[in-house]
T-cell receptor, first 115, second 111 residues
């Protein structure tokens, strides 16, 4: 596998379910990101991890819980979501966080539908 | 706060034509990077081209080139000899610390 992979690609869940999204990068990068892409809105940065440490939480509700066990893997744990949380969730990685210099590479996304 | 504006929600051209997508941004930063990403129906966000603000020379990647006007805070993307596979959403993005995206332009290449 190359690049950034995400599983599952599609997910349907009820508001009382608990599910997890998985992201894996095969680029040897140290920084990983979660973004939310909703219809007719720009991509919204959710979380940033650098060397497994969370460096940014962009005021994300606690029903979204990230986990980064190592520099290659990033999870997003979901529980008691709302229908407005339905969106495409994109994972990205970059070599580091050196200001604006680092290019981010994206995974294919997980399309989430909350019923 | 930085903002990125793409004023063309949708564009459509014939195959083999040249098309230019517009992007403007607002920032007080002097050192930053600009990107164009492509998101085809598969939803994979793919890097098309990158420009360093300190470089006056416009970036080029095969059929893709940019017109970077730093004083005007403008960063347009030109696609030459457009192909059916270029059909996608195109996002302009700015990065000084965080990566900030525009709303996107839906480009359709017609046969």
């Amino acid at each position: 596998e190359t690049g950034v992979t995400q599983t599952p690609r599609h997910l349907v869940m009820g508001m009382t379910n608990k599910k997890s999204l998985k992201c894996e990068q095969h680029l040897g990068h140290n920084a990983m990101y979660w973004y939310k892409q909703s219809a007719k809105k720009p991509l919204e940065l959710m979380f940033v991890y650098n060397f497994k440490e969370q460096t940014e939480n962009n005021s994300v509700p606690s029903r979204f819980s990230p986990e980064c066990p190592n520099s290659s893997h990033l999870f997003l744990h979901l529980h008691t979501l709302q229908p407005e949380d339905s969106a495409l969730y994109l994972c990205a990685s970059s070599q580091g966080l050196a200001g604006g210099r680092e290019t981010q590479y994206f995974g294919p996304g997980t399309r989430l539908l909350v019923l | 706060a930085q903002t990125v504006t793409q004023s063309q929600p949708e564009m459509s051209v014939q195959e083999a034509e040249t098309v230019t997508l517009s992007c403007t941004y607002d920032t007080s930063e002097n050192n930053y990077y600009l990107f164009w990403y492509k998101q085809p129906p598969s939803r994979q966000m793919i890097l098309v081209i990158r420009q360093e603000a300190y470089k006056q020379q416009n970036a080029t990647e095969n059929r893709f080139s940019v017109n970077f006007q730093k004083a005007a805070k403008s960063f347009s993307l030109k696609i030459s000899d457009s192909q059916l596979g270029d059909t996608a959403m195109y996002f302009c993005a700015f990065q000084a610390q965080k990566l900030v995206f525009g709303q996107g332009t839906r480009l359709t290449i017609n046969p």
